[in-house]
């Protein structure tokens, strides 16, 4: 990240999800919005719009990288919505746009973000989602969680 930029903070995780999960997902959102981070996100439902939602509520700016062709598709929280009309390989877009990750419980979806994150060496960040790397720091705090993935954007 340039010195002085916004960082770009990407929330991943299921696109159906519990209430307790939502809740998390929305407090990473405000937390991220809160200090000054862009939220970058597949623009959907479940952990994307809760995150969203989350960051709105703070008046932060809201990214969604849709995997299909139509702006239409993206949850009501996303200021920008960019359709990719790629499917499933939007999440390598996701991962390449931000400078930091929080990752969420999620599928085989999610645990294709969280490698892509190790593959380019982008910091990434659990809420309790897949273990797949001793690298990767794991957190049960969603604000812990966001405010780190926020300090490593911008080391």
């Known amino acids: 990240m340039s010195r002085g930029k916004q960082p770009f903070i990407a929330v991943v995780g299921a696109g159906t999800c519990s209430k307790k999960m939502k809740e998390q997902a929305e407090q990473v959102g405000k937390t991220i919005a809160a200090g000054k981070g862009i939220l970058v996100c597949g623009g959907l439902g479940g952990v994307m719009e809760a995150a969203a939602m989350g960051a709105k509520s703070k008046k932060g700016l809201t990214v969604g990288i849709l995997p299909g062709s139509s702006r239409a598709d993206a949850n009501e929280y996303i200021d920008i919505a960019i359709p990719t009309g790629i499917g499933e390989a939007r999440n390598v877009v996701i991962i390449k746009t931000a400078d930091a990750v929080v990752a969420l419980p999620g599928k085989f979806g999610t645990l294709s973000e969280m490698a892509f994150c190790m593959k380019m060496n982008k910091p990434i ?15 049960e705090d969603p604000v812990k969680a966001a405010k780190r993935a926020l300090e490593l954007a911008r080391e």
Do not use: G, P, T, Y
């Open 125 to 139: 960040v659990s809420l309790s989602a897949w273990n797949i790397s001793d690298k990767i720091e794991r957190f």
